[in-house]
């Protein structure tokens, strides 16, 4: 049966090593996934790229998509816009490719409400420890910001909840959990949510021996 | 962390071949299941062995387990009695092992009715006309029986929506539909509803930061 791509939405705490996590399972299954670039109307930092980072638009331009619902979820944070593009996620997904999206809590069970179908996965270090070390251990942020991000995960950790499957990366593990989290996405086609034109295929097949 | 075994609905249509594909996953991970042995009022048949292929009890010992609520599901079949002891089962997922039952769909939406957290399978061939393939070149049953068989099957294709999965169990392919049921088991292991031990940890580690 051909299936259709899985709408993958992938969390975790800051310095739970989502980033390289996804990009690891880009380069190992290439042509399974693909990652939704999200459109945005900040300026582009040093080093991001246009169209891989994000799509750089007008606020103007924003506007206009919200207005012609070409857009899965946005928000505004301070002055700037960001949102999820629907036209390149439903085009991947109509071909069989798992489409990845890495936001934030927030932006995942907006979401959830709004395509119950999406996974929702949560990447997380094993305890709470070891996400205090990696924090320390980037050495790139002074003790208010990691006490900062250390309180925001306490906040967002019973949301947790909300989310379909919790993944440990744990330390030196990467591969693991790279494997784990395709696992579970290649068997979501295999829910029945995903096979309900099977089922009717079934259903129309077996329906001359029914009298 | 430390996880329950998942209690396994495998169900299918006769023909699906679903007692071989249990046997080879049992045959291959044998540490990791369990088959769940049915009690029953019915007298053994030739060729079975109590407590492999039933457990056989009287009349009125199944009435005490009923009374007693020693039984998962239970069901009534002309003048015999069926049904799944329920402390075979909570002693082997305590121990982390999954516990396999193999029972018709009646029982199976019963089981998932009174345990949310079980985990459906539906078995089936790729279609009806592979499934009346099957159960033809069996060449065990009468044309009547075959019918009978299949209109049942017409019959049960709608509460395939029912169930968690549908796996399918194609000609020759036996060791990918194992593998198949193998990954999908194990990753419940990783849903949400099985994380939440994991999860409050790790609010309780990250409590300290929440002023």
Chains 1, 2 share one sequence.
Do not use: W
């Amino acid at each position: 049966m051909k299936k259709q791509g899985i709408l993958t939405v992938i969390s975790g705490f800051s310095g739970a090593g989502k980033g390289t996590v996804v990009r690891r399972l880009m380069e190992k299954y290439p042509e399974d996934y693909c990652l939704s670039v999200s459109a945005t109307t900040r300026a582009p930092r040093e080093n991001e790229i246009p169209g891989v980072h994000y799509l750089y638009v007008t606020k103007e331009e924003f506007e206009q998509m919200i207005e012609e619902h070409q857009l899965l979820e946005y928000a505004q944070y301070v002055d700037n816009y960001y949102g999820t593009p629907k036209k390149f996620v439903v085009e991947h997904l109509n071909k069989g490719i798992h489409v990845i999206l890495e936001i934030e809590m927030q932006g995942a069970l907006k979401i959830k409400k709004r395509y119950p179908e999406a996974l929702l996965i949560f990447l997380t270090p094993p305890d709470a420890k070891t996400l205090e070390e990696r924090l320390r251990n980037r050495g790139t942020e002074d003790e208010a910001t990691i006490v900062k991000r250390l309180k925001r995960a306490g906040e967002e950790a019973v949301y947790m909840n909300d989310y379909d499957y919790i993944v440990l990366n744990e330390e030196g593990r990467i591969d693991e959990c790279v494997d784990q989290l395709h696992r579970i996405i290649c068997d979501q086609q295999y829910r029945v949510e995903n096979s309900s034109e099977f089922i009717q295929g079934m259903a129309d097949g077996l329906k001359v021996f029914i009298s």
